[in-house]
């Protein structure tokens, strides 16, 4: 069974920089899209960056610029590399993949926080 554990979250300010990990454990084939969530207190959870199965890259436009979306394949591990951090980018991030003829995996979430 494949699960997705992210890590380093925290308490920044405005203007500084944070890098979630996600590594995945178990094997899973047919990936469709593996990439990051975010969901704010009383929002819904919203896309913000995912490398598809063609090897591209996609972002939310509100964070375009900001974010960069990376992995290392020895590792198993994606990484969302966030600067200049925003009160408005404060949510829980989550990971996802999603592949052919399996549920969405999502991992349990990990706070950022991003104080003015």
């Known amino acids: 069974?494949?699960?997705l554990v992210e890590s380093g979250?925290?308490?920044v300010q405005a203007g500084e920089s944070l890098r979630l990990s996600c590594t995945t454990s178990?094997?899973?084939f047919n990936i469709n899209a593996m990439g990051w969530y975010?969901?704010?207190p009383g929002k819904q959870r919203e896309f913000v960056a995912a490398f598809s199965n063609r090897g591209g890259t996609n972002y939310a436009d509100s964070v375009k610029g900001r974010f960069?979306?990376?992995r290392d394949n020895t590792?198993?591990?994606i990484y969302l590399?966030?600067?200049s951090l925003k009160t408005t980018d404060t949510a829980?991030?989550?990971?996802h993949l999603s592949a052919l003829l399996n549920p969405d995996i999502w991992g349990p979430g990990t706070q950022v926080t991003v104080s003015s």
């Open 1 to 3: 069974q494949v699960q």
């Open 9 to 11: 979250g925290g308490l």
């Open 26 to 28: 178990g094997s899973i």
């Open 38 to 40: 975010r969901q704010a």
């Open 68 to 70: 960069t979306i990376s």
């Open 75 to 77: 590792k198993n591990t």
């Open 81 to 83: 590399q966030m600067n």
């Open 92 to 95: 829980v991030y989550y990971c």
